[in-house]
């Protein structure tokens, strides 16, 4: 793609909207001032651009995109998207250690969607915010990896078991010999479900927490300084849910299940 074919498409919010517009199907004029919320006057000079770069082409009153128009956005589309998650919380993920991704899973961020960048009310800093708090509440399944300890979580964990959640929960060593030392009865009763399962990973893995539940993924990083400052970006989105459960899957496979203390 040469760079006037990039400057076409990046440097104009209504040309690249609406190349993905018709990603989804042909549209008349109507259809795209509607959706992208335009006038004529101002989008018709944008289609002119793109129908002269052979990037979307009209028929019948209805414009759809040539193969070449195909062929570009089907390139593009992802790295929109994943500028778009970035941009949305760009303090966060500029703020913080992206090496506890894996790389094939932060080379598809776009998936996470639409997501929410939570952070620590100063008044209640040692306690989860409610909004993390709500997003696990009546889970019918919960993925959890942690490599750290909030005391509020394991009674929550204990009561999503009791209710016969399907739990995964994978803390890392230092975390798992504070529990099974201090809470070792809470631990014992999640042992002792069947619709638990407890991991214990190595140490040194650059990743807070990765939480998924069958309605939210919940994704916490240390910061640039290697500290861990009760941040997190949560997204509902069910590529997200994917994403999470991918992310948590390929920690558990670098671990080992316990059954006892």
């Known amino acids: 793609m040469d760079s006037s074919l990039i400057d ?8 690249k909207n609406l190349l993905i517009l018709l990603d989804s199907g042909s549209k008349n004029i109507d259809e795209i001032k509607n959706t992208l919320d335009v006038t004529a006057t101002s989008i018709l000079p944008q289609i002119k651009k793109l129908i002269d770069h052979d990037l979307i082409v009209q028929e019948d009153k209805m414009y759809k995109l040539t193969v070449l128009g195909e062929f570009i956005i089907k390139k593009i589309k992802p790295l929109i998207n994943a500028l778009d ?20 899973l932060l080379e598809r ?4 969607g639409d997501c929410t960048f939570i952070e620590p009310d ?7 915010s409610q909004e993390i708090i709500d997003s ?12 750290y300890f909030n005391p509020a ?11 016969d959640a399907e739990l995964s929960l994978n803390f890392n060593q230092s975390v798992w010999n504070y529990l099974s030392k201090e809470h070792s009865n809470m631990i014992d009763e999640l042992m002792g479900m069947d619709n638990v399962s407890l991991y214990v990973s190595k140490e040194g893995i650059k990743l807070t927490e990765i939480t998924v539940t069958d309605r939210t993924m919940m ?23 994917l994403w999470g459960q991918e992310l948590f899957d390929y920690f558990k496979r670098l671990s080992r299940q316990v059954n006892k203390i």
Do not use: C
């Open 219 to 241: 994704l916490g990083l240390f910061d640039k300084n290697g500290k861990f400052d009760q941040q997190f970006i949560i997204s509902s989105e069910p590529s997200a849910l």
């Open 8 to 15: 076409l498409v990046f440097r104009s919010d209504k040309r």
């Open 153 to 163: 979580y394991l009674p929550l964990y204990v009561e999503l078991g009791r209710k």
């Open 122 to 128: 100063l008044n209640h800093i040692y306690e989860p």
């Open 109 to 112: 961020i776009s998936e996470l």
């Open 85 to 104: 998650v970035i941009e949305k919380n760009n303090s966060y993920w500029t703020g913080h250690d992206l090496n506890g991704i894996p790389r094939h």
């Open 136 to 147: 696990m509440a009546n889970a019918k399944h919960a993925s959890t990896f942690a490599s």
